[in-house]
């Protein structure tokens, strides 16, 4: 059975880093490496929106509002993606979740809060 488990949100001041990961289980490597997995997120003001994706070939896109700030990664060994969040500011508080696309199956994680107080 596929799990996608979200881990590494918290409390940081505004400027600070958090990085996320996203653990998989139940995933062979092909099924790992020619998925697309993305992370969103969602908060009281706004409903879900993308963030940022890493498809088959580590094809990277990012939202504007995160580009440069943001990095996404994945380690296929550890079936394991990753985000990590720099200078971040209180308009990302958010509960972030991890997605993994393959084919015609689609798999979420529970989420993991990231706030930033203002």
């Known amino acids: 059975q596929v799990r996608l488990v979200e881990s590494g949100g918290g409390l940081v001041e505004t400027g600070g880093s958090l990085k996320l990961s996203c653990k998989t289980t139940?995933?062979?490597?092909?099924?790992?490496?020619?998925?697309?997995m993305t992370w969103y997120r969602r908060s009281p003001e706004k409903e879900r929106e993308f963030v940022a994706s890493?498809?088959?070939?580590?094809?990277?896109k990012y939202a504007d509002s995160v580009k440069d700030r943001f990095t996404i990664s994945r380690d296929n060994v550890k079936r394991t993606m990753y985000l990590q969040m720099n200078s971040l500011e209180p308009e990302y508080t958010a509960v972030y979740y991890c997605?993994?696309?393959?084919?015609?199956?689609?798999?979420w994680g529970q989420g993991t809060q990231v706030t930033v107080p203002s």
């Open positions: 890493i498809g088959s070939g580590s094809v990277r």
């Open positions: 997605n993994l696309d393959y084919y015609q199956h689609s798999y």
């Open positions: 139940g995933v062979i490597l092909s099924m790992f490496t020619g998925s697309t």
